[in-house]
């Protein structure tokens, strides 16, 4: 099993950033793929970023060039750094991890972008 815990949301203006940490506990030997999720009220998750083992990075086309996905494999972390916020960024964000052809689920953070 593996734990993933979301922290670093709230509520910010336009244009503001933030950062996102989700932290992986218990079995996270093997985890490959990582990434950030996002659902808006009455609307389909998304995904948002995800990265590989091997540092490899993709992202969707409404926050390239906005956000940055990264991970301390030392630290068990995986961050997301949110730029040039929007009101349409609202929404709640979620951490994956793929194990074993398993994924795990955080329990999310709300991102809130209003003035």
């Known amino acids: 099993q593996v734990q993933l815990v979301e922290s670093g949301g709230g509520l910010v203006q336009p244009g503001g950033s933030l950062r996102l940490s989700c932290a992986a506990s218990?079995?996270?030997?093997?985890?490959?793929?990582m990434g950030w999720y996002r659902q808006a009220p009455g609307k389909q998750r998304e995904m948002v970023a995800f990265?590989?083992?091997?540092?490899?990075?993709n992202y969707g086309n409404s926050v390239r060039g906005r956000f940055t996905i990264s991970r301390d494999n030392a630290k068990n972390t995986l961050y997301l750094q949110m730029n040039s916020l929007k009101p349409e960024d609202t929404a709640v964000y979620y951490c994956?991890?793929?194990?074993?052809?398993?994924?795990?689920w955080g329990q999310g953070t709300q991102v809130t972008v209003s003035s």
């Open positions: 994956k991890a793929t194990r074993a052809y398993t994924a795990y």
């Open positions: 218990g079995s996270i030997f093997s985890i490959s793929t």
């Open positions: 990265i590989t083992s091997a540092g490899l990075t």
